[in-house]
């Protein structure tokens, strides 16, 4: 098993090297690279991403993945000013050499400093963080501990009224977009036309730091509820499907039929003999329940209830072009989706020992 590990842990290399050079070189040839927007403010048009330019361009970005292009609006501009200004954010340099010197600094977790905030890229995610990470691991929690238990209450009832109308109800909850159900708890719950009973914005009271260790996990599931509520409720049928069919497959299998007759009774079946290779397929998918749970469709739900998370840091981000936080993120989210299924791989030999991944080709 070591050597397998090792094996996965040095194909990560090449992997996230591909993830950066491809999104390196679709960078080169966008539209609207920062220094263009910089110079378009200067010529009197409106861009939203040089508002907070004042002072940040001094800061020389360390690792720059930048793109670089000449401006037709910067015609009747002072030339030096300009190759001053390609210089402070690092495109004075060719393009292969701003690329191994990212990598070469992101190897150390260096991710220079933002454009447009004048901080370092690694704190502005620091603060971030911990709004996804809510986001990301209730949501998953909740789906899985509500889905599993569904899904198998559903393969041994199949065909039944309940299994009928569960499914319906989870359907409607998958096609229904998490962004209209936020809307909805707002509607219900935060002082619109019914109840207020829910905070509408933040992750936590502005008296958060005063409060007691209770005081501290009471308003702090008092924030997180509507908004995992909204991400979990389209979270359901993936999982409670993938479940139920596994089980089915598992139940209509021979050895299940052999426990039966040896009189073991239908939960010992269940959860003695079905759960565990049931359980298969189902573990197959948590890496990438995870990772888009904890990464992607939160961006609407950390907007609707001012949610300052990743999700949010990244498109406001990828707009600005503000490409040192860009790439940042694409190198963190890479980085833990890799993780995340090498740990997904470890989860199966844990559930099935029979798994043996060092006879394996990676």
């Known amino acids: 098993m070591a050597a397998y590990i090792a094996r996965r842990i040095f194909l990560m290399i090449p992997t996230i090297f591909g993830i950066l050079l491809i999104s390196f070189v679709i960078v080169q040839f966008a539209p ?28 020389r970005m360390s690792g720059g993945a930048e793109f670089s292009s000449k401006y037709r609006g910067a015609e009747g501009l002072d030339p030096k000013f300009i190759a001053e200004l390609n210089k402070q954010f690092g495109f004075d340099k060719p393009p292969g050499e701003r690329f191994l010197l990212m990598l070469k600094n992101y190897l150390r977790f260096d991710f220079g400093k933002s454009y447009y905030r004048d901080v370092p890229v690694i704190e502005l995610i620091k603060e971030k ?49 998490s962004f209209l159900f936020a809307i909805l708890l707002i509607v219900l719950f935060c002082g ?56 089915l497959d598992e139940i209509r299998k021979q050895y299940v039929q052999t426990a039966r007759m040896k009189g073991l009774t239908e939960r010992r079946v269940l959860y003695g003999h079905v759960f565990r290779n049931a359980m298969m397929i189902v ?80």
């Open 129 to 177: 963080l911990p709004v996804s990470i809510s986001l990301g691991i209730w949501m998953t929690l909740l789906s899985y501990l509500i889905s599993i238990p569904l899904g198998v209450a559903k393969a041994v009832r199949d065909g039944s009224r309940f299994d009928v109308w569960s499914s319906a109800v989870v359907i409607v909850g998958y096609a229904v977009p």
């Open 283 to 362: 573990v197959a998918g948590f890496p990438g329940a995870f990772v888009n749970a904890f990464f992607g469709g939160a961006l609407l739900i950390e907007t609707i209830f001012s949610l300052d998370g990743l999700g949010l840091l990244s498109y406001e981000s990828i707009v600005d072009r503000d490409y040192p936080v860009v790439f940042a993120n694409l190198y963190i989210f890479a980085l833990l989706g890799l993780v995340v299924n090498l740990l997904s791989d470890l989860t199966y030999t844990w559930i099935d020992p029979r798994i043996d991944f060092e006879t394996r080709e990676v």
């Open 32 to 59: 609207g690279g920062p220094v263009e927007r910089i110079l378009a403010q200067l010529q009197g048009l409106n861009t939203n991403a040089t508002a907070n330019f004042s002072g940040a361009a001094e800061s």
């Open 192 to 247: 619109g036309s019914f109840w207020q009973i829910f905070p509408l914005r933040g992750l936590t009271s502005e008296n958060f730091a005063t409060l007691s260790l209770p005081g501290k996990v009471e308003d702090y599931l008092w924030h997180v509820a509507l908004p995992v509520l909204s991400l979990t409720l389209g979270a359901f049928a993936t999982v409670t499907f993938l479940t139920k069919n596994s089980f």
